[in-house]
Each structure stands twice: as structure tokens, then as C-alpha cells.
């Protein structure tokens, strides 16, 4: 149902899906602020709002890709500014802990990104999405998960 | 201890003073100035150009071959210094131009190499405790003016030997050496330096500047690490003694000079009788000899 | 089934010029549950809004997307009209396709835009479908306001805050309130005395009966929210019992023992049982423990032997004070950046040269000279004086990169007292640009160089050095070109303006954000300059960066407006925005508990009819929680959710990728 | 005198192969005056310090590379050292020599290089000299 294949026909060859996990503070801020300085970027990321990295359950990332996401991004505020002062922290320990869950899903590490962009950060975050994009599109498609979808949403509860 | 030396070409002419009393001093501080078996000229001046890769070919080549020979390098003359401390940064830090300069000397070096001027090894190797404790021939009530130049201090990024606006080291042996070091602002001022080529005027006045600076607070000596400022204070001294009046002119000597002297050194050994302005009249009436 | 009505909002041309908001609004009348959309120029125009209450009554709609700008701009703004039609404010959701579509995706063909505007529309349909109903969240305020800092800025607010009704504390970690202003002479550019308009402030401050003054403290710790704070306050001892003090001064003039006055900037001695200035607030001396010989080794005590009152206790311990608050105001003031820095300007070597807050003590009539201008090295009145501004402002080598803002003026304001304090007297002014922007600042700079005869030279110096008692500075004059050497007999930096020693750590005992520079951040720039992303904490003054004194007494009242504002009401709304804990299903691993930052989360028990405790199970505080869901994510039996970000809703979101 | 500004002048291939040539960006220079103040020779130079990295912004190359200022530095960069931006204009003036001196053009005939100058001075002047005024 997702338009993303469409797409492809804007920029030519193949499109990647990108899902970024964001925190409300400081990168959709960020994002925001990128919006309002009109700066431009691949479209190809869809954000999902979350109060705090601190929030984002790794269960997230792998539905991503369980849904047809070819990279996944995740990013907060910086060490340091996160708006619930450790929120992001815990999201970096969690984060180490669960590179390995992620490798032995089957996931490639180089599909998913952690960055920190603050709220003043629009340039970074303009660069972060085309690199990330760009790197996607050369690993091209994420085979692995497809056809996972068809299985009942069960695991969503 | 044993340290790699690279003299330069000017220390083996006009400038022999420098280099002989250098060595005798570190043989009596129980080190030895091991000069390279193989060097050339390195150059005379750091490219401030960045595209000109082709002038840091030469100071390459001198550190390639000295660190086949150990992981130091001591020189004395402040431009070959910051010459070989900076064309060594280079090397170090800049992949690209490294390979390149590689490609020309067909060598493999690294900038692995620790470029470290006398100074540097007599603070930080002997220390200058232990300097103090060889003196023999203590420098009594002599006012000297510590004259640093430019090239032995700047950039204070790429040298860092002291502090680039309030240096010490220099005034610090001076004291060690029994002598009393007197602060003049124009300590780090240029003195005109390769301009002795086609702008004498130039040269006199900013030399003046620097002798007037000195003497003005008293100095009876003036010690430097440079042949070039050396050369250009002396030569000035006469055309500045007539323009500026109630200048004295002073003895200009090398560090190493009044070091090897304080060390108890044959005075016939230094090399005074290479410089213009005679230094000994100074000498006898401080009652050093 | 759920009856959603999806809005999508043109935003003039903001967002129609790349996204075709009809083919958005057609596209998701095809997701089931939307029972009705549409496309409007402005939605969050008032027409708009009409219109979207309209459609909520006629549609019978139970859920609102609307697409449109960024929620941080207008979520409240819809939230609020879907209330007012009767549908509960957490059933609106708001899609972003301006900031993060429209406006960063410039496809003029729209396609690009219109896809990504589907798509991101269709997943806050699905997540909304998840919404359920929620409340917000009310709390009780405590209405006593802390403000930390007792300089202009912090004694403004703490004014403004007593005279609209409320408690204030007022913590200063000097022995008196009047910080920085207290050590000026004149001020800009007006001429009047800092001290003729400041001590009466002081003085209104300690007699105020809602204003309680903690000199000589520091705030340890601070815990809590907002409405709520409690903070811990060190009151250092100060040797002398403040209550019974009458501050008849004998002590001071007993003691024996001299030590370099913080307050003089070393320009002169004061006695080791002090207060910094005479007309201190309070008039209580303290006791410079580490320079006090009784203290140290039972030595002399005269100041004891001849204290009436007999209130000295050399015994005396620092008392830690809880203290509960409803709001903070931070006014911790800035710092001079050390001079030592630049050794090419000599300071620090050569005596006579000092830097512009010493040239203001010499100015003062109550000064180390009773505002006579003499050089420190030999007392002599200086026929010449040099001012070098800039010194490290806008000097990203050796200092910092931005504009410290007050050096122009407050150095052409030194120029004019000294051509009236030394008749025939020159004084030079090295400076990069003349920023002289404030009411009838550019005129009062103009006067220095007209009527006072300032010679204003553009360019910098390079170097200070000293020749046969004079102090020699080598500079340029850009505009004609040449270099410049001046013998004068006193030089004066106009040094940057830092951030106190110590910002950061106060900043991180406070959860409230700093820059590189230690300057704390305000909430927003332009709309919200005193506020902090940290709910009912407020800034004033230069503890946000370099300002003049209007502008710190304006922030001072600003602070306290707001701080009056959150007072005015006993209790306040927060967002519902907290996490849940599932009691049947929360095993007591308690790693929420660890996971915590705000350790809203408490051990609770469940009892059966007899009282025994079956169980125990975790239970979040609605109060402290800040809803960050870090719990929600650490959670193992998955027993803990986030209301308005439930895993549920997340997924539902994700799902429709 | 009166001057036209160009876009074609401010940012001509002139004024870019300088930029390369010495690694500087004259956009950097706030023009605080801080290296004409220090320099020990822009007495000397027709066109001070500051005022070759001014007339370099404005794209006004034919004044600062007919100016003797490239040849009166002694290269001591006491204006590199003290300067507020990090600009060297040593190395500025270093881009302008090389630009005259590439196109063979020397500063300093060989043959009228003072004899006892060759005989007395010391090796390091005489290298350093050519290196800087002869191509």
C-alpha cells in the first residue's frame, strides 16, 4: 500500500524505505528546524515521534524492518542535553546490548544508524538522512524480513 | 646518552663557533652530539606555500635518514630547527603529502622522528639542575639578553618549545649558568633576517630595535641561537651605533659559547675570535677570566 | 469502527506548492475508519477551525487527523478546537507535511511530496486509531519562589515576585547581594551612580517581608518538578550569628590581619573578618576562614574580645537548609575572563595594566582610590591612559568567538570620567567596531569623542610592553593605515564576559541546558528568553550570556511574571503524557525503578482482605513522572506503558509503513 | 581614487589560485589590524598587512602584487601568531611572491648579490634568500 516504489520514478532507480526513530526534543526539533530554514533532503524518511530515545523498545526497529524498512535510523538529543537528562543514555547502554539481538536476527548492522542531532543541528540532520540514504541504496533492498508481514500482527501486542 | 645531531650547513662554515662549543658542552654535561653520517641543506626557510611540496623534500630527506640513526634529532641553529620541526609535522600528520615526499626521496618515513633543539635536551634531558651543578666558571653580576628570534618559537602550534609570547627557557639556562638574564621586549622580535640579501636598511633598523631594547634595560651581552641573527646584529651594530645616539654596542655570542665558557671550557676553543664585537674585555672586567 | 475525519491543511502555499493536498485528502478516504477529509488553505485559521468543529458535529467524528505543520506549532491549537467540539483533545492527532515534507522536499511536480504526505497521514490515522482517551494531569503549587544569584538581575525578580504577594528566598553565595553592579561606578548612559540606584534596591530587598535573603550559600541539590521543588541550601558559617549582629563594625576595626580584597580585584587589602563594601546587605561581617588565625590556630580572637553582642562562635558548621519551592529563578551572573591569557597585553606582569572592572573601582568614589584615577604601580594620576577593547571577545585563537556587547559602551563611559576625573588627561581607544546600538547609546559614544575628547583609533594593539616607567602599546590605526605607538601610563582591557566558574554543574543539579560557552539556553530565542526546557525553573540576566543592566532588570521582572503567572492559580494542568504500571502482570524486577531518571517510580504492595501483603508491584508517581518512557522500554514483562505513546499505538504506526 | 566591484574580480581565478597557493581564506580576515600592529616591517611595506588581505578581498590583485609588501616580509609571523581568525598573512604574501617568481620572473638578480654578503653571510641567508626572491 506504501507509495515508496512509485518513487522510484522521481529520482530514478531504487528507492530505499527508511524509518527514523526520533525524540521530540531534540532531532524532530532538529528536523523541524531544517523545515523552517527550507533546507532540502532525500525523502525517503519516514519519522516516527517518540518523547525520548529512552522510549524506543528495539522491538521497534526490528517491526521496522519486519515491515518493509530497508534502514532504520535512530537519534536524540546529545549525551548530555537529553530533555529527561538520562533518557538517552539508557537508549545508548540499550543500544550496545542489543547490536548483537540485531546481528543474530539477521539484521545487517550497517542497515541501522544512531546519531544525536540537537535542536540546532539542521545541517547535520540534513546530511545524516542523504548519507544514510545513500548508504541504504547501496546495500540495496532488505530481502531478509519479506513476506514476515503476511504472518498475523500478533506480535504487536 | 648518545643524541643524533644535525648541524646545517651554516654551522660548519661561518657559524663554527656554535657548533664546537656545542659539542665540547655536552661532552662535559656526559652527552654526546652524534652528527649524522649523511645530511644536506634543509632548506633554510619552511614553504609557507601549501602546494609547494617540492621544499619539504629536502628537510625530508635529512629526518628519513636520522631516524634510521635513532628516534631523536638535535640541531642548534633555530631555522634548521623549525625547518625540520615543521616538514616533520607535515610528514606526520598530512598522509598525502607524506606519500608524495616519499615518492620523491624514495624512502619510507613517517615523521616517527622527536626533533628537539639543544635547549630542549639540556631542560628536558640533563635538566638544567644539572647543568647549574657542572658550572665551573659561574657567570657572575653578567647582565645578558636572552635574544630568541622568530624561528625558535613560531608558530607556537608546530614548535611549542615555550611559551610564544612570554618565553623563559632561554633566561632559565641563562640563570643556571651563574648570569643575570635581563627581560627586554624585543626578545621575540625578528632581526631582518634573509633581508641582508637586498635591504640592508631594513635589517639595521630592525636589529637596532632589538640591540637598543636590550641594552636599554642594561644588557651587557646578547646570546642568541641563530647565525643569521648573530650575523645581522653584529653587522648592524656599527650603522646603529651612528644613528641612534647613546647606543653601546654589545658582544652578540651563541648560547653555546658562554654555556661551554660557564662549563670551564678552553676559551680559545669557543670560537669568540669569529665574532666582530670582542667579547673578552666584558669577560676580564666581570673577573670571569 | 472509528468514525476519523483527516484534515489537510494547504498552509497558503507553504505546503500546496509541493504537495497536492486534494489527492492527500482523497487518498485517505480510502483508509477505513476515515469517514471524512478534506483539503482547506488555512486550518489553523479561525474559518479553519470552525470548519473542523463543524464537520466533528455534523460527521459525528470520535477522531481528528489533521495534516499540517509541525505539532510543536499548532497540535495545542487543534487539540484545544476538538475539545471544544466535544471529542476528547488526545483523539487529534497532528501529521507533519510542512516542516518535514513540504517544505524540505522542493519536487515542483508535488509527486514526492504528496507520497511521503500519504504515507506519513496514513500512520498517524493508524496510531490514532490506538488513541484512547486521556486527562491532564493536575498537581498542586507550592507558591514560594527561589531565586539563585543576588546581583541586578536576581534581586529584580525577587522584588517583583514579593510585591505580587509570594514568598522569595533569595540565595547569594557572597557575604552581600549587589553582585557585579555594586563594583560599578557610573552607569551607561545615563551617569548615574551604581551604587546611588542599587543600594536602595539592595535595602528594599532585605526589608521586604515576603524576601528572605541566604547570603554566603549555595544551592546543593534540587529535586522535584514543577509546582513542586525541593532544594537542599548550604549556608556556609559565617562566624558571626546574623540575628544578634548589629553590624556596629568593631570587629573589622579590631581585627589585625590583612588579605587581597575579591571584591577590589586586588586592587587593595581588606581585613580578614569583612564585608565586601560598606554598604553590604546584610551589614553582617563573615569570617575568611582560611586567612583567620583563631580559626586556624587559635590564634587572636580579638574580634570576639571586642564584639558587644558577643556573637562571634569561631565553632560555627555550614547548616544544610531543605527548603521547598514552587519555582526557581537563576540569576548566577557571568565573570570577567582571565587576562593572564594574553601575554602579549602584559596582564598580570606590567601593574599598570588592569582591566575595565578594576578601571570601575577606580572610578568609584568608593573605591580603593575614593575615585581619584591612579595607576596601581606607583599611585601616580595617569597624564595618558591606552583602552584596548576586544580582549578576548571575538577572538576564536585565544578566547571566545562571540560579542561581550557592554565593552563599547562601558569603555567610552571610562574615557568620559576619566577627561572629568584628570583635566587634560588622553585617553585612546583601540576598537573594531563601534556597537552602540540602545536607546541613546550611539549618542552617548559620539560624546565620548566629541565633548571628551576620546581618540577612537580602529585596529587592534599588538602588543604592551614596558619602557622607563611607561607602558608601551604597539598598534594600527586601519583606517589611516599606519601603525600607532602609544606611551602611555596605564592601559585597560576590556575583557570578555564568561560564565561563572561552576555553571555547568549548577546547570546539571537544575536538568536545565548550557551551551559550549556555559551560557544557560533559553527555552526559545525569540519566544520564550526566560524560560528553560525544565518546567518552572526561569533564567535572568547575564548567566544567559553577556547583557547590560536594562536588559538584566528587564529579564529579572520578566522572571518573575512568569513565576507570578504559575502562582496565580493553585493548581496546574500537565499533560497526561505519564507511564502506567499493569499491577497483574508487574513481577517486581524494579528495573523500571532503576531505570528511572526522575525515580518516580515507588515499590507498592497488594494486600488481600486479611491486609497480608500478596504481593509486591511498582507503581509510577503521576507528579514525578516527565512521561520520557524509559521504563516503558526497560520494562521485561512488558507491564509498564506510556500513556499517549503506548506500544500499541507505536506499532499501529509502524505497521502502516 | 574610486574603485568598481565585480563579482568577476572578488572571486577571480586570480584571486582563488591565491587562496590555494597559501591555504587561506580571505573571507576569514575581520580586518582588526592586529597584524599590521605587530608586523616589524609594514613601516616599510606600501601596503600594510591588513590592507593586502582587505585589498584581496575586494579583488584588488594588480595593487597588492605591484606593492612591495611580498618582498619586505621577513616571514617572522608574528601576524599569524597573534592573529584573532588564525589568518597568516605570511603566507598570503609567500602565495603572491610564488605567483611572480613561477613566472620566472626573480626579484633578485644573482649577479648583483653583494660579494662579501656571498663571502661573509651565513649559508642559511643566502639559500633562504633565493628561495625567496629568485625563481
Known amino acids: ?157 | ?289 | 469502527m472509528p468514525r476519523i475525519g483527516v484534515f489537510v491543511c494547504q498552509c497558503g502555499n507553504n505546503i500546496a506548492a509541493t504537495v497536492d493536498t486534494k489527492k492527500v485528502a482523497e487518498d485517505m478516504a480510502k483508509v477505513p475508519g476515515v469517514v471524512y477529509t478534506c483539503d482547506y488553505k488555512f486550518m489553523c485559521s479561525s474559518p479553519g477551525q470552525e470548519m473542523l468543529k463543524q464537520a466533528i458535529k455534523e460527521q459525528r467524528l470520535d477522531g481528528i487527523i489533521v495534516s499540517a505543520c509541525s505539532p510543536h506549532m499548532h497540535e495545542k491549537t487543534f487539540r484545544k478546537a476538538s475539545e471544544a467540539a466535544g471529542i476528547n483533545p488526545y483523539r487529534c492527532e497532528v501529521t507533519n507535511i510542512r516542516e518535514q515534507c513540504s517544505w524540505v522536499h522542493h519536487d515542483q511536480t508535488k509527486r514526492v511530496g504528496t507520497i511521503k504526505s500519504n504515507d506519513l497521514t496514513r500512520m498517524t490515522i493508524e496510531r490514532l486509531k490506538k488513541n484512547s482517551p486521556l486527562t491532564r494531569i493536575k498537581i498542586p503549587v507550592k507558591k514560594k519562589a527561589l531565586v539563585i544569584g543576588g546581583g541586578i538581575a536576581g534581586i529584580q525578580a525577587a522584588l517583583d515576585i514579593a510585591e505580587g504577594g509570594r514568598e522569595v528566598i533569595l540565595v547569594e553565595k557572597e557575604p552581600s547581594i549587589g553582585g557585579n553592579m555594586a563594583r560599578l561606578s557610573e552607569t551607561f548612559p545615563t551617569m548615574d551612580c551604581s551604587q546611588c540606584i542599587l543600594t536602595p534596591k539592595m535595602v528594599e530587598a532585605e526589608l521586604h517581608e515576603n524576601i528572605k535573603l541566604y547570603t554566603y550559600s549555595e544551592v546543593e541539590k534540587v529535586d522535584g518538578y514543577i509546582g513542586n521543588f525541593t532544594v537542599q541550601i548550604r549556608r556556609k558559617s559565617k562566624y558571626v550569628d546574623e540575628d544578634r549582629c548589629t553590624g556596629c563594625g568593631e570587629c573589622i576595626e579590631k581585627c589585625p590581619f590583612k588579605t587581597d580584597s575579591q571584591f577590589e580585584l586586588g586592587l587593595t587589602k581588606r581585613k580578614v573578618i569583612y564585608t565586601p563594601f560598606p554598604q553590604s546587605v546584610p551589614n553582617v561581617p563573615v569570617i575568611d576562614a582560611p586567612n583567620c588565625p583563631k580559626i586556624q590556630k587559635d590564634k587572636c580572637g580579638a574580634c570576639a574580645i571586642v564584639c558587644g553582642p558577643k556573637c562571634i562562635d569561631f565553632k560555627m558548621e555550614d547548616k544544610i537548609v531543605t527548603e521547598e519551592f514552587g519555582a526557581i529563578v537563576v540569576a548566577t551572573g557571568y565573570q570577567l575572563m582571565p587576562n593572564e591569557r594574553f601575554d602579549e597585553y602584559g596582564y598580570g606582569r606590567i601593574k599598570d595594566v588592569i582591566n575595565g572592572m578594576q578601571f570601575e573601582r577606580l572610578a568609584s568614589s568608593s573605591g580603593p582610590t575614593g575615585g581619584e584615577i591612579r595607576r596601581p604601580s606607583d599611585g601616580k594620576v595617569p597624564k595618558s591612559i591606552v583602552f584596548i577593547q576586544c580582549v578576548g571577545s571575538r577572538d576564536e585563537k585565544k578566547g571566545v568567538s562571540y560579542c561581550s556587547k557592554v565593552c563599547c559602551m562601558y569603555t567610552a563611559k571610562h574615557t568620559m570620567l576619566y577627561s572629568h576625573k584628570v583635566h587634560g588627561g588622553q585617553s585612546y581607544v583601540f576598537y573594531m567596531d563601534i556597537r552602540s546600538g540602545g536607546k541613546r547609546y550611539e549618542e552617548f559614544t559620539r560624546k565620548a569623542i566629541e565633548k571628551d575628547n576620546a581618540m577612537y583609533l580602529r585596529g587592534r594593539v599588538s602588543r604592551v610592553y614596558e619602557k622607563d616607567g611607561k607602558v608601551m602599546v604597539q598598534g594600527a590605526d586601519t583606517l589611516s593605515g599606519t601603525q600607532v605607538e602609544i606611551e602611555a601610563d596605564m592601559v585597560v582591557l576590556a575583557t570578555a564576559i564568561v560564565s561563572r566558574d561552576g555553571a555547568d554543574t549548577l546547570a546539571q543539579r537544575l536538568g536545565i541546558g548550557y551551551d559550549k560557552y556555559k551560557f544557560y539556553n533559553e527555552y526559545h530565542p525569540k519566544l520564550k528568553p526566560v524560560e528553560t526546557v525544565t518546567a518552572g525553573i526561569y533564567l535572568a540576566g547575564t548567566c544567559m550570556g553577556p547583557m547590560d543592566i536594562p536588559e538584566s532588570v528587564a529579564q529579572g521582572s520578566a522572571a518573575a511574571s512568569k513565576v507570578l503567572a504559575l502562582f496565580s492559580s493553585d493548581e496546574m494542568a500537565r499533560e497526561p503524557i505519564t507511564s502506567v504500571v499493569n499491577k497483574v502482570t508487574c513481577n517486581a524486577c524494579w528495573d523500571c525503578v532503576t531505570a528511572c531518571p526522575y525515580s518516580a517510580i515507588e515499590r507498592d504492595t497488594i494486600k488481600n482482605r486479611q491486609g497480608e501483603v500478596v504481593r509486591w508491584v511498582a507503581k509510577v508517581n503521576d507528579g514525578v513522572c516527565q512521561g520520557c518512557g524509559v521504563c516503558v522500554a526497560a520494562c521485561r514483562s512488558k507491564s509498564i506503558d506510556l500513556k499517549g505513546y503506548t506500544d500499541e499505538q507505536v506499532f499501529a504506526a509502524i505497521n502502516a509503513f | ?135
Not at chain 1, 550497517?110 to 548508504?135: G, M, Q
Not at chain 2, 629536502?58 to 631523536?72: H, M, W, Y
Not at chain 2, 634548521?80 to 616538514?87: A, D, F, G, H, S
Not at chain 2, 647565525?227 to 647606543?247: D, H, I, M, T, W
Open chain 1, 1 to 157: 500500500m506504501s507509495g515508496h516504489e512509485e518513487q522510484s520514478g522521481t529520482t530514478g532507480g531504487y528507492e530505499p524505505k527508511i524509518m527514523a526513530f526520533v525524540c521530540n526534543w531534540c532531532t524532530y526539533a532538529g528536523a523541524d528546524l531544517a523545515g523552517t530554514s527550507r533546507m532540502e533532503y532525500r525523502p525517503n524518511v519516514r519519522i516516527i515521534k517518540l518523547p525520548c530515545t529512552g522510549r524506543i523498545d528495539p522491538l521497534f526497529i526490528i517491526k521496522a524492518f519486519e515491515n518493509g524498512a530497508d534502514g532504520v535510523l535512530v537519534s536524540g538529543c546529545h549525551p548530555g542535553d537529553c530533555h529527561y537528562t538520562t533518557g538517552n543514555y539508557h537508549a545508548r547502554r540499550r543500544w550496545i546490548g542489543f547490536k548483537h539481538l540485531m546481528e543474530f536476527t539477521g539484521i545487517d548492522m550497517r542497515r541501522l544508524h544512531f546519531s544525536w542531532v540537537s535542536a540546532s543541528e539542521a545541517i547535520k540532520w540534513v546530511d545524516l538522512i542523504n548519507n544514510v540514504t545513500d548508504e541504504i541504496k547501496k546495500l540495496g533492498p532488505f530481502m531478509e524480513y519479506r513476506g514476515l508481514k503476511d504472518a498475523p500482527p500478533q506480535a504487536a501486542e
Open chain 2, 1 to 289: 646518552m648518545k643524541i643524533p645531531y644535525y648541524p646545517g650547513c651554516t654551522l660548519n662554515t661561518v657559524a663554527k663557533g656554535l657548533d664546537t662549543s656545542a659539542r665540547g658542552a655536552a661532552e662535559a654535561l656526559g652527552f654526546e652530539m652524534a652528527e649524522l653520517s649523511q645530511w644536506n641543506c634543509c632548506g633554510a626557510t619552511f614553504p609557507l606555500s601549501t602546494d609547494n611540496v617540492m621544499g619539504l623534500a629536502a628537510p625530508a630527506k635529512v629526518l628519513s635518514g636520522a631516524r634510521k640513526e635513532g628516534d631523536t634529532l638535535t640541531t642548534l641553529c633555530s631555522v634548521c630547527y623549525n625547518v625540520l620541526k615543521r616538514t616533520n609535522k607535515v610528514i606526520k600528520d598530512n598522509r598525502e603529502k607524506r606519500a608524495v615526499l616519499n615518492g620523491f626521496i624514495e624512502e619510507d618515513y613517517d615523521g616517527s622522528l622527536n626533533i628537539l633543539h639543544y635547549l630542549e635536551v639540556l631542560r628536558d634531558k640533563v635538566g638544567f639542575a644539572k647543568v647549574k651543578e657542572a658550572v665551573k666558571r659561574p657567570l657572575k653580576g653578567v647582565k645578558v639578553g636572552a635574544y630568541y628570534g622568530c624561528m625558535l618559537l613560531r608558530p607556537f602550534e608546530d614548535i611549542g618549545i615555550d611559551n610564544a609570547e612570554r618565553p623563559t627557557i632561554f633566561e632559565d639556562l641563562l640563570k643556571a649558568l651563574g648570569a643575570t638574564p635581563v627581560e627586554f621586549p624585543d626578545k621575540i622580535e625578528c632581526c631582518g633576517a634573509h633581508l641582508a640579501m637586498n635591504n640592508e636598511a631594513v635589517v639595521t633598523k630592525l636589529s637596532g630595535n632589538v640591540m637598543a631594547s636590550a641594552t636599554g634595560v642594561g644588557a651587557e651581552l646578547i646570546v642568541t641561537t641563530c647565525p643569521l641573527c648573530q650575523y645581522n646584529l653584529e653587522k648592524s651594530a656599527p650603522k646603529v651605533s651612528q644613528e641612534r645616539p647613546g647606543f653601546g654596542a654589545v658582544p652578540v655570542v651563541y648560547f653555546t659559547q658562554i654555556l661551554g665558557l660557564a662549563l670551564g671550557q678552553d676559551v680559545a676553543s669557543l670560537g669568540f675570535d669569529k665574532s666582530v664585537i670582542d667579547i673578552m674585555p666584558l669577560l676580564k672586567n666581570k673577573e670571569i677570566i
Open chain 4, 1 to 135: 581614487m574610486k574603485i568598481t566591484l565585480s563579482r568577476d574580480n572578488i572571486e577571480s581565478a586570480l584571486i582563488h589560485q591565491i587562496e590555494r597557493i597559501s591555504g587561506e581564506d580571505f573571507k576569514r580576515c575581520y580586518q582588526c589590524g592586529k597584524c599590521s600592529a605587530g608586523c616589524p616591517v609594514s613601516y616599510e611595506m606600501e601596503v600594510p598587512p591588513s590592507q593586502v588581505m582587505r585589498l584581496l578581498q575586494l579583488g584588488m590583485t594588480k595593487e597588492v602584487t605591484e606593492a612591495n609588501s611580498m618582498w619586505v616580509c621577513v616571514g617572522c609571523l608574528q601576524c599569524y601568531s597573534r592573529c584573532p581568525q588564525s589568518v597568516s598573512v605570511a603566507a598570503v604574501l609567500e602565495g603572491l611572491r610564488q605567483l611572480t617568481l613561477r613566472k620566472g620572473e626573480d626579484h633578485q638578480q644573482i649577479k648583483d648579490v653583494p660579494i662579501p654578503f656571498l663571502k661573509k653571510a651565513p649559508q642559511q641567508a643566502i639559500v633562504c634568500g633565493f628561495r625567496k626572491f629568485v625563481s
